[in-house]
């Protein structure tokens, strides 16, 4: 697929030669083995020094939203918890609260602590399989299959708790499909045991490791400033001390009783410098809040009902009835993801269905990460956000079968357009089906 | 020495060191699946590999320099192959003892890093110029620390009236560490140390396999190459570790087991045959399997630093000590 | 540092399952057939949980055809037989998330134990259920 060169591109690509002469450029991706899916990046580089990057996403763009408003709500939960394969939870919370609000569903006490419980395992994975890739990126194999390793344990109790080790089809509008059953609890005691005693050999392993640590100080810094102003969320913007969580800042679920609070390095008595160091730091200390957590659920979790409706149908017959619009918002391990559903009577499918997903917010602060770094940087600057690309995927723009780059002056003028459009008069279903 | 018979001889040695680097990858593979809590490969997978890479197209990109794309990987091998002929295996003399010494064996050492160099640059990829460019880098940091070591040794030797000094044979047959007093000893040992620290980097292996840096420039040097090519880097690979870690041998532990135990004529040349593969395997497991699953690959600026300040400081202290030995023993 | 760990596991049984042989046979056809004659051993594979979501079970006399299934089913798995009043499932098209089981009001459809259900023909008997 050729691009059509634009005035601007050419106006970037002079400055690029006139400010660089000896730079040379190195493209990395869309198929590169220190990227897990595809994206581009261009890198100009001077010696081994990166002096200007540019990003380019749009190859994994899979149409999901589009699928989902020609699906009823039941279909569209399974395809939501598709978006991601690795935080195939994270999606379903978010939608189901997106679709409880808009519908005004009231979920039993029990089904949100049950939730509770499998955010955060999933939690605990995700950041264990991020670590895996981070020392493999690192060239520290050894790590990764170490770590690999003891990701089986919260797999096999994410198995027997959920009936599969990835896309638990566990929520449902209303309650949680499968309840967790008192006798299940000490195996799930068990694992959590298991994971606390581990906690050492992480710390030894990659905190204290003389190879790792040349690796990661220092390299891939994004000042708190930066991160602030550029919407960073999840584990990179705590890296660099902001104190963010969607946990923390409006709860949701169980998560009001159970007194989160967003990590930062500070909480390890570390100096916060926001580099890959310290996104190290607070994955390994979110596993560590992540079992307290769990601990926590099990000892307050209230008897009761686990769904609000026990028959599928009627939950059915209920979202055909249900108008509205909701927002769910849960905080991924990644960061904040967000859901946007729009419901109207009458329809089985939603009629519109919007999602952001974590690395959208985190793909920006990439570009103050990869200043002045060395290409060696590359791999693990790339990975320290955890990058999600196909998650993150929303829009791609073809016309006359060539990709185009919209500007950022032509992106306005279509979102002003649009706001005209849903103001002036014309219903919002119709201004979502028409598209922009 | 008649002429068919260093043929033979020369023969015998290639195909057997040949069979002998197999094995040993072999071996390292499958340890360094162990030490990770996987099974590994089996150890005849190097020669599966090697059949299936010439059993493949040789592929030669376009925007490559062809006759040098071509020629750096047969440079590779010649040189690596060569350099097993120079080597004192067991009791026995090299092949080619009396045609060239260790200043040559390093020189030969040094070709298929720079064959391999000129093979990126020649490939016209950009992933093969960074790593060409890292191979150069790396190889002016680590040869003066191998250099001091090499150069130490043939010093003292030649310091106790022993010629030719830089002969192999020589250097084996004269195991310095008996005939030095205490401060020679601890200067040997940071010898030791040094060399084998210059030993992965030689092998680019983890933590110094940065020409290579799979996850980072796709392979380096090799990006580009495939098929018959690539076999021969793979060959000149194999070799040239057998060859590293002989030349440690060689240096350092060149001691016999035939003798001290008794044992004469030619089962006393079996007996050291194999008690220098054991040494051999030694270096090669705690020097190379070890040290690559142990750390995280490090940056082109920070493999200069070690080896420019620490690794260098250790090998010119331990000539330092080896003089300071010499004027106390009054050798 | 690493160090200590790594000879614990030099010494101890890897970790790696050796299903369904140590090392890669050289046809996968060939060796299940040689398993099949009781020439070659098959490793097993790690066992499932008791609340697996395996290959859907389908008892065709409780059916009644009512369609619920295919309503709620996001793989669209399931073709209706309108002469029969009862479906058929393409399993290769199944995302096994059992929401046909929940949704079935006579309890006809229920989750299997089953999971090794590669095949070179996603129409192969194994793959449709009737």
Redesign the interface.
């Known amino acids: 697929m050729r691009e059509k060169v634009k005035p601007e591109e050419k106006a970037e690509a002079n400055e690029i030669a006139q400010a660089c002469s000896t730079c ?4 990395i991706g869309p198929i ?3 990227l897990k899916e595809g994206i581009r990046f261009t890198f100009w ?1 001077e010696g ?1 020094r990166i002096r200007k990057v540019d990003i380019r996403p749009g190859f994994m763009h899979r149409g999901i939203e589009f699928m989902g408003t020609k699906r009823n709500l039941i279909q569209v939960l399974y395809l939501a918890e598709r978006i991601c394969g690795i935080c195939s939870i994270s999606h379903p919370l978010a939608i189901v609260q997106a679709v409880e609000q808009a519908a005004g569903i009231e979920v039993p006490p029990r089904a949100q602590y049950i939730r509770v419980i499998i955010g955060e395992l999933e939690r605990i994975h995700s950041h264990l399989l991020w670590a895996g890739v981070a ?8 790590l990764l ?2 770590v690999w ?1 003891v990701r089986e344990p919260v797999l096999d109790i994410l198995e027997d708790l959920t009936g599969n080790r990835i896309n638990y089809a566990i929520p449902i509008y209303g309650g949680v499909r499968r309840d967790v059953p008192p006798e299940k609890y000490p195996v799930l005691k068990d694992a959590l045991r298991y994971y606390r005693s581990l906690v050492d050999d992480f710390v030894n392993f990659f905190l204290r ?1 003389p ?2 640590e ?2 990661t100080r220092g390299v891939g810094v994004l000042t708190p400033a930066e991160a602030d102003s550029l919407c960073a969320v999840g584990p990179t913007a705590r890296a660099s001390g902001l104190r963010k969580d969607v946990r923390q800042d409006w709860p949701y679920f169980a998560y009001p009783d159970l007194e989160v609070k967003a990590i930062t390095p500070e909480d390890m008595g570390l100096e916060v410098r926001g580099d890959v160091y310290d996104r190290i730091v607070v994955r390994l200390l979110e596993v560590v809040q992540s079992i307290e957590i769990i601990e926590r659920c099990l000892e307050e979790m209230p008897d009761g009902e686990i769904t609000a409706f026990p028959k599928v149908a009627a939950l059915l017959a209920h979202l055909k009835k249900a108008e509205g619009e909701g927002i769910g918002r849960h905080e991924a391990p990644r960061g904040e993801v967000i859901h946007y559903i729009r419901l109207q009577a009458g329809e089985e499918a939603p009629v519109v269905w919007k999602v952001k997903a974590p690395t959208y917010s985190n793909l920006m602060p990439w570009y103050p990460m990869f200043r002045d770094q ?6 693990i600057v790339a990975a320290s956000i955890d990058p999600c690309i196909c998650c993150m995927e929303r829009v791609q723009i073809v016309r006359d079968g060539r990709a185009e780059t919209m500007w950022r002056e032509e992106l306005l003028r279509l979102s002003w357009d649009k706001t005209r459009r849903i103001v002036g008069g014309l219903g919002a279903s119709h201004v979502a089906r028409e598209g922009i | 020495m008649s002429g068919v018979n260093a043929l033979w001889q020369a023969i015998l040695v290639l195909v057997g060191g040949g069979a002998v680097g197999f094995l040993y990858k072999g071996l390292d593979r499958k ?1 360094a ?10 150890l005849r997978q190097p020669v599966l590999d090697v059949i299936k890479l010439l059993l493949k197209e040789n592929v030669v990109p376009r925007t490559a320099i062809p006759w040098l794309f071509r020629a750096a990987p047969f440079l590779a091998f010649v040189a690596a192959t060569t350099a097993l002929l120079y080597l004192p295996v067991g009791s026995l003399r090299p092949v080619l003892s009396g045609y060239g010494d260790l200043v040559l064996l390093l020189y030969l050492l040094a070709v298929p890093a720079l064959a391999m160099a000129m093979g990126g640059f020649a490939s016209g990829s ?2 093969a ?2 790593g060409a ?1 890292r191979e150069i880098v790396m190889m002016m940091s680590y040869e003066f620390p191998l250099a001091i070591a090499a150069v130490g040794i043939a010093w003292r030797l030649a310091s106790l009236g022993l010629s030719p000094a830089f002969s192999l044979a020589t250097i084996a047959a004269n195991p310095l560490w008996g005939a030095v007093g205490p401060l020679g000893w601890m200067g040997l040992l940071f010898l030791f140390v040094s060399l084998l620290a210059v030993t992965p980097a030689e092998l680019s292996k ?2 110094f ?2 020409p290579e ?6 392979g380096g040097l090799l990006v580009e190459y495939s098929g018959v090519s690539l076999a021969l880097f793979y060959l000149a690979d194999v070799i040239k570790t057998v060859v590293i870690a002989a030349l440690v041998v060689a240096l350092f532990i060149p001691y016999g087991i035939a003798a001290p135990l008794g044992v004469a004529g030619v089962g006393g040349q079996v007996l050291d045959l194999l008690f220098f593969l054991v040494k051999l395997f030694g270096v090669i497991f705690f020097a190379v399997t ?1 040290v690559r ?10 493999v200069a630093r070690f080896y420019l300040l620490p690794t260098t400081l250790l090998a010119l202290a331990g000539l330092l000590l080896l003089v300071l030995d010499k004027v106390v023993m009054g050798g | ?3 200590k760990a ?2 614990l ?2 010494f ?1 049984r ?3 399952n ?1 299903f369904p042989a ?2 890669m046979p050289k046809s996968v056809l060939g060796f299940l057939e040689k398993v099949g004659e009781g020439k070659a051993k098959l490793v097993p594979p790690v066992p499932v949980t008791e609340g697996f979501r395996g290959k859907i079970a389908y008892d065709r006399e409780k059916c009644i055809g009512c369609q619920m299934c295919i309503r709620v089913c996001p793989a669209r798995v399931i073709e209706f037989k309108p002469e029969e009043k009862k479906i058929r499932m393409y399993v290769a098209r199944c995302t096994y998330c059992a929401q046909c089981v929940d949704v079935c009001p006579v309890g006809a459809l229920s989750r299997s134990q089953e999971f090794l259900l590669a095949d070179y023909d996603r129409f192969s008997p194994n793959l449709v259920v009737e």
């Open positions: 040379f450029e190195v493209p590169h083995p220190a580089i081994e020392a493999h990126e690192l060239g520290f194999d050894t299959h170490y390793k490791d190879s790792i040349a690796r060395e290409i060696a940087d590359i791999p | 340890l699946a162990r030490l990770q809590g996987r099974i590994g490969p089996p950009p992933y110029v960074v460019q983890i933590p396999d940065i840096a799979e996850t980072e420039i796709a070890v699953v142990a750390f995280a690959r490090l940056k082109v600026d920070q | 540092m690493i160090f790594l000879f596991q030099l101890t890897p970790v790696t050796r140590k090392y």
